[in-house]
């Protein structure tokens, strides 16, 4: 927005502005904001986008500042204000420019006091006296009165003061805050009312209000703001004062002129970690306050990722809106770039959240609504169901005990060769086949109960039917990290031993980066099952859902396998086609099931949040 | 060199050992710049009218940046209760927005000891809060760890 807005008496005049108006939030985001940003982490760089994917993009803090910075010079631009008023205006509004301005035209004294940038007690200068100079604080002998020019200064941008004085009834000065060397009371000493220093070096330090501090205090002050309380409102220390300090403010209390260090490097760096967490603060506010934005929840990560289609509350019944920032790995392992696949395990993971709930993770194909009331199901019933989640089990044939080290859910038992499903502890011989319905819950036990005892063990088994299926693709997805480091060290191995290079091996990564996504996938489709009603639709949601699980299982059952060198050739053939196949499995799952939430297809045996209640079967 | 809080607590004994404390208030215990003791009295007619309570402050090496750890000593052998109030637990705890949010750096523990004081002048009935009794039963050691609701701005 240019800055040659000028004030007039028409009061018509904004409601004229319909570009002001109209200018959505949104529209700083649109599409050709990708070449300023300079990134741009869309799904889907082949073209046509899948059901199951949509379109966002990634911001890094910097590109963040930036998008902050042009509503700032926006309102800049109209109030005429200083950029660091303009600041804590906006975050006042919570980022609403157009209420912002509204207020303002409404009652500009009040907003500005109600912002933290004006003392209410100061005179108010009504826009048609503009010129004349007062608005020194009364009952204030401590500050020097301010000087004509220095009021009607506009920031340091504004080239003059002869420049269109725009409307700043009493927004005043130039410096948003003062250091004052010299008071008129200068030849009194300067004592600290706080730490009660009065060395002679020691400068009063004040906001407009002229509460004077020396620098030291309000760095401490600073620091505990916004270290220990996380806190960007940084008020004046006097009593009942209520004026907040700017940006610049805080600036120049943590980092020192660079003229004047402060000679404690430990201090220092202390300070400068102060001001880094501000800026992530300030950057969180204005995300925050964006219903198109949201903060990439992996912790040390400071990037941002915006999804305007997934703004709606009501979007989050046809969509799941999966998203990732564009960073891997964890804390100090972490990478900027997409294209750095880094190592397999944690330090290579994507940054993948879902942007419609706080779910760190991506929970497709299942809406939000849905696996949030799943999760709260579990957390409700987790000391009925602690127990699945061990890692031992008893041999169904001959009692031993078995521990589950891997992925693979066929187990053969050490001591009698038995060879069965961890998961529903059936022979193996049955999941190799057509019959294979592990995956599947036999309804007819549930409507067969007459009492209410029957009834609620019925309803007990078949949660844990269900339950069972989810921690066990949980886990397993937990002892994919033992999987990786396997995994990296057959590859190496497997150079070794085969004539492979180190690009051909990486089928296996593939592979074992496949299993963990599918398995993401399944664990989500049971909390899905549980909650579907049954009939012809479930039926084909289980159908998917047997096939891509009993693919991933051959898959991660090849995978553990022990690897002869003469075997290696057929294993990569193998492998490789398995993964396609496991690929094409989940999309279709996937695909599906997205598809089937655009067409309001899916319906729940529960009323779910923004669905169609359930039929009464009672 | 001494922590901010040792410079300002010696500058604020100094100015009660040479100015005095106001009509009500008096020292007891500042032995060291950690732990200090106060009696408090409300003058004239009030509901505490010949009630002697003890206000204890407790400073962190931040003091003044962070606000003391304030509240009326308790000691049920000797004799030594919280005086009741809407606004105080039984276990000496104070809900007062002063020792909180509207804690300001330029505030001192004399300042604290009047807006107290008038605090339990000001008092119209005499009770325990509300949710005293499962207030003392989870309370933290130390009162600034509690998250007090203000729902009465005027203290
Ligand atoms: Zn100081
Ligand atoms: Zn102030
Ligand atoms: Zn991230
Ligand atoms: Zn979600
Ligand atoms: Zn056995
Ligand atoms: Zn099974």
Same mark, same amino acid.
């Given at each position: 927005?240019?800055?040659? /807005?000028?004030?007039?008496?028409?009061?018509?005049?904004?409601?004229?502005?319909?570009?002001?108006?109209?200018?959505?939030?949104?529209?700083?985001?649109?599409?050709?904001?990708?070449?300023?940003?300079?990134?741009?982490?869309?799904?889907?760089?082949?073209?046509?986008?899948?059901?199951?994917?949509?379109?966002?993009?990634?911001? $890094?803090?910097?590109?963040?500042?930036?998008?902050?910075?042009?509503?700032?010079?926006?309102?800049?631009?109209?109030?005429?204000?200083?950029?660091?008023?303009?600041?804590?205006?906006?975050?006042?509004?919570?980022?609403?420019?157009?209420?912002?301005?509204?207020?303002?035209?409404?009652?500009?004294?009040?907003?500005?006091?109600?912002?933290?940038?004006?003392?209410?007690?100061? #005179?108010?200068?009504?826009?048609?006296?503009?010129?004349?100079?007062?608005?020194?604080?009364?009952?204030?002998?401590?500050?020097?009165?301010?000087?004509?020019?220095?009021?009607?200064?506009?920031?340091?941008?504004?080239?003059?003061?002869?420049?269109?004085?725009?409307?700043?009834?009493?927004?005043?000065?130039?410096?948003?805050?003062?250091?004052?060397?010299?008071?008129?009371?200068?030849?009194?000493?300067?004592?600290?009312?706080?730490?009660?220093?009065?060395?002679?070096?020691?400068?009063?330090?004040?906001?407009?209000?002229?509460?004077?501090?020396?620098?030291?205090? %309000?760095? =401490?002050?600073?620091?505990?703001?916004?270290?220990?309380?996380?806190?960007?409102?940084?008020?004046?220390?006097?009593?009942?004062?209520?004026?907040?300090?700017?940006?610049?403010?805080?600036?120049?209390?943590?980092?020192?002129?660079?003229?004047?260090?402060?000679?404690?490097?430990?201090?220092?760096?202390?300070?400068?970690?102060?001001?880094?967490?501000?800026?992530?603060?300030?950057?969180?506010?204005?995300?925050?306050?964006?219903?198109?934005?949201?903060?990439?929840?992996?912790?040390?990560?400071?990037?941002?990722?915006?999804?305007?289609?997934?703004?709606?509350?009501?979007?989050?019944?046809?969509?799941?809106?999966?998203?990732?920032?564009?960073?891997?790995?964890?804390?100090?392992?972490?990478?900027?770039?997409?294209?750095?696949?880094?190592?397999?395990?944690?330090?290579?993971?994507?940054?993948?959240?879902?942007?419609?709930?706080?779910?760190?993770?991506?929970?497709?194909?299942?809406?939000?609504?849905?696996?949030?009331? %799943?999760?709260?199901?579990?957390?409700?019933?987790?000391?009925?169901?602690?127990?699945?989640?061990?890692?031992?089990?008893?041999?169904?044939?001959?009692?031993?005990?078995?521990?589950?080290?891997?992925?693979?859910?066929?187990?053969?038992?050490?001591?009698?060769?038995?060879?069965?499903?961890?998961?529903?502890?059936?022979?193996?011989?049955?999941?190799?086949?057509?019959?294979?319905?592990?995956?599947?819950?036999?309804?007819?036990?549930?409507?067969?109960?007459?009492?209410?005892?029957?009834?609620?063990?019925?309803?007990?088994?078949? /949660?844990?039917?269900?339950?069972?299926? %989810?921690?066990?693709?949980?886990?397993?997805?937990?002892?994919?990290?033992?999987?990786?480091?396997?995994?990296?060290?057959?590859?190496?191995?497997?150079?070794?031993?085969?004539?492979?290079?180190?690009?051909?091996?990486?089928?296996?990564?593939?592979?074992?980066?496949?299993?963990?996504?599918?398995?993401?996938?399944?664990?989500?489709?049971?909390?899905?099952?549980?909650?579907?009603?049954?009939?012809?639709?479930?039926?084909?949601?289980?159908?998917?859902?047997?096939?891509?699980?009993?693919?991933?299982?051959?898959?991660?059952?090849?995978?553990?396998?022990?690897?002869?060198?003469?075997?290696? #050739?057929?294993?990569?053939?193998?492998? !490789?086609?398995?993964?396609?196949?496991?690929?094409?499995?989940?999309?279709?799952?996937?695909?599906?099931?997205?598809?089937?939430?655009?067409?309001?297809?899916?319906?729940?045996?529960?009323?779910?949040?923004?669905?169609?209640?359930?039929?009464? !079967?009672? | 060199?001494?922590?901010?809080?040792?410079?300002?607590?010696?500058?604020?004994?100094?100015?009660?050992?040479?100015?005095?404390?106001?009509?009500?208030?008096?020292?007891?215990?500042?032995?060291?710049?950690?732990?200090?003791?106060?009696?408090?009295?409300?003058?004239?007619?009030?509901?505490?009218?010949?009630?002697?309570?003890?206000?204890?402050?407790?400073?962190? $090496?931040?003091?003044?940046?962070?606000?003391?750890?304030?509240?009326?000593?308790?000691?049920?052998?000797?004799?030594?209760?919280?005086?009741?109030?809407?606004?105080?637990?039984?276990?000496?705890?104070?809900?007062?927005?002063?020792?909180?949010?509207? %804690?300001?750096?330029?505030?001192?523990?004399?300042?604290?000891?009047?807006?107290?004081?008038?605090?339990?002048?000001?008092?119209?009935?005499?009770?325990?809060?509300?949710?005293? =009794?499962?207030?003392?039963?989870?309370?933290?050691?130390?009162?600034?760890?509690?998250?007090?609701?203000?729902?009465?701005?005027?203290?």
């Amino acid at each position: 927005m240019s800055s040659d /807005y000028e004030y007039s008496d028409d009061e018509n005049y904004f409601d004229d502005g319909d570009d002001m108006d109209t200018q959505e939030d949104a529209e700083t985001f649109d599409e050709d904001e990708d070449d300023v940003m300079g990134v741009d982490f869309k799904t889907d760089d082949k073209g046509k986008r899948k059901a199951y994917e949509l379109d966002y993009s990634s911001f $890094s803090q910097s590109d963040v500042e930036d998008l902050m910075k042009k509503d700032i010079e926006y309102i800049c631009g109209i109030f005429g204000v200083d950029s660091g008023f303009a600041a804590l205006l906006l975050r006042h509004m919570a980022w609403n420019k157009e209420r912002l301005v509204e207020k303002y035209m409404d009652n500009p004294d009040k907003l500005l006091v109600a912002a933290g940038v004006a003392a209410p007690e100061t #005179p108010i200068v009504p826009p048609n006296r503009l010129k004349s100079p007062t608005a020194s604080q009364a009952g204030n002998t401590r500050r020097p009165t301010r000087t004509g020019s220095k009021l009607l200064g506009f920031g340091s941008k504004s080239s003059g003061a002869s420049k269109s004085p725009t409307i700043s009834p009493t927004i005043s000065p130039t410096s948003s805050f003062s250091v004052q060397p010299k008071s008129p009371t200068s030849s009194e000493p300067f004592t600290c009312p706080i730490c009660c220093d009065d060395v002679p070096s020691l400068k009063p330090v004040a906001l407009d209000c002229g509460h004077a501090y020396c620098s030291n205090c %309000w760095t =401490d002050y600073i620091s505990a703001k916004v270290n220990e309380e996380g806190d960007l409102i940084v008020r004046c220390m006097g009593e009942g004062c209520a004026l907040i300090a700017p940006d610049s403010f805080v600036h120049s209390m943590l980092i020192p002129d660079p003229t004047a260090p402060i000679g404690d490097a430990e201090k220092e760096e202390a300070n400068g970690n102060t001001w880094k967490r501000f800026q992530e603060l300030l950057v969180r506010h204005f995300v925050s306050s964006n219903r198109d934005l949201k903060y990439c929840p992996y912790p040390g990560c400071t990037n941002t990722v915006s999804c305007p289609s997934a703004a709606s509350k009501l979007s989050l019944t046809s969509v799941v809106p999966t998203v990732s920032c564009g960073a891997r790995g964890i804390g100090g392992q972490m990478t900027q770039s997409q294209q750095a696949q880094g190592n397999l395990g944690l330090a290579g993971k994507e940054h993948k959240f879902c942007f419609g709930c706080p779910i760190d993770s991506d929970h497709r194909p299942v809406v939000c609504g849905v696996a949030k009331m %799943w999760l709260k199901k579990c957390r409700d019933d987790s000391e009925t169901a602690n127990w699945i989640k061990s890692n031992t089990k008893e041999c169904s044939n001959c009692q031993s005990t078995i521990e589950k080290n891997g992925g693979c859910n066929h187990m053969t038992c050490k001591k009698c060769k038995h060879e069965f499903c961890w998961v529903c502890m059936g022979p193996w011989s049955e999941h190799g086949t057509a019959w294979y319905s592990c995956n599947r819950y036999d309804e007819k036990g549930g409507i067969d109960a007459r009492d209410s005892q029957s009834k609620s063990r019925a309803s007990l088994e078949r /949660y844990l039917h269900y339950y069972n299926r %989810w921690a066990n693709h949980e886990q397993s997805a937990k002892l994919s990290l033992d999987l990786y480091a396997k995994t990296e060290k057959k590859m190496e191995d497997m150079q070794i031993t085969s004539a492979l290079t180190w690009i051909e091996v990486q089928f296996m990564k593939k592979a074992v980066e496949e299993v963990d996504k599918c398995r993401m996938t399944l664990k989500w489709t049971y909390a899905m099952a549980y909650y579907l009603a049954s009939g012809n639709q479930k039926d084909l949601f289980e159908d998917n859902q047997r096939d891509l699980e009993k693919a991933v299982e051959d898959l991660s059952e090849l995978l553990e396998q022990q690897i002869e060198p003469e075997m290696i #050739p057929t294993l990569r053939q193998k492998v !490789t086609d398995k993964t396609v196949y496991v690929q094409k499995r989940n999309e279709i799952v996937l695909d599906d099931t997205a598809t089937g939430f655009i067409e309001g297809r899916w319906k729940w045996n529960v009323s779910v949040d923004g669905f169609d209640d359930p039929e009464n !079967t009672d | 060199m001494a922590s901010i809080s040792a410079k300002r607590l010696a500058k604020e004994l100094k100015e009660i050992q040479t100015e005095g404390c106001p009509v009500g208030v008096n020292l007891l215990r500042a032995d060291d710049f950690q732990t200090w003791l106060f009696s408090i009295e409300v003058m004239g007619e009030s509901l505490y009218k010949g009630e002697v309570q003890t206000l204890q402050f407790r400073f962190d $090496s931040n003091y003044p940046i962070s606000s003391p750890a304030v509240q009326f000593l308790v000691r049920e052998n000797e004799g030594i209760r919280a005086p009741i109030h809407p606004h105080v637990y039984s276990n000496g705890h104070i809900c007062a927005s002063i020792l909180g949010t509207e %804690w300001s750096p330029v505030l001192s523990v004399v300042a604290v000891c009047v807006t107290l004081q008038s605090m339990l002048a000001s008092c119209k009935k005499k009770e325990r809060p509300v949710d005293n =009794d499962r207030y003392v039963l989870h309370a933290p050691e130390n009162p600034k760890k509690t998250q007090f609701h203000y729902d009465d701005d005027t203290v």
